[in-house]
């Protein structure tokens, strides 16, 4: 399985962005997927996962009513729409893949995409 993240930019406090990570391999459907963030000098957090059916969605609190996960499967592709951006969300956002189920602990995580900036201004 094949990851890799875009989306990512420097937009101010209040502003939205829309995170696309593009899946390659053979059954990557049946993967849960998440997005984690690291901001430097810190640990890799979790951020929101989806089951592989998408009916599974999991946020962490800090995201809770401002981020949606979402996936199409027809597309391989994991998306997270980021609205009311914080400058505390500034970070690389990394999306994974994990078989079967989705976590809130990256170290579950088998596949990891190469990260995508955010720098949210205030």
């Known amino acids: 399985v094949q990851l890799q993240a875009s989306g990512g930019g420097l937009v101010q406090a209040g502003a939205a962005l829309r995170l696309s990570c593009t899946a390659s391999g053979r059954f990557v459907s049946s993967y849960a997927m998440g997005w984690f963030r690291q901001a430097p000098g810190t640990e890799r957090e979790f951020v929101a996962a989806t089951s592989w059916s998408g009916a599974g969605i999991y946020y962490a609190d800090s995201v809770k009513g401002r981020f949606t996960i979402s996936r199409d499967n027809n597309k391989n592709t994991l998306y997270l729409q980021m609205d009311n951006l914080r400058p505390e969300d500034t970070a690389v956002y990394f999306c994974?893949?994990?078989?079967?189920?989705?976590?809130?602990?990256?170290?579950?995580?088998?596949?990891w995409g190469q990260g995508t900036q955010v720098t949210v201004s205030s």
């Open positions: 994974a893949a994990h078989y079967p189920e989705a976590s809130y602990d990256p170290s579950d995580y088998e596949y």
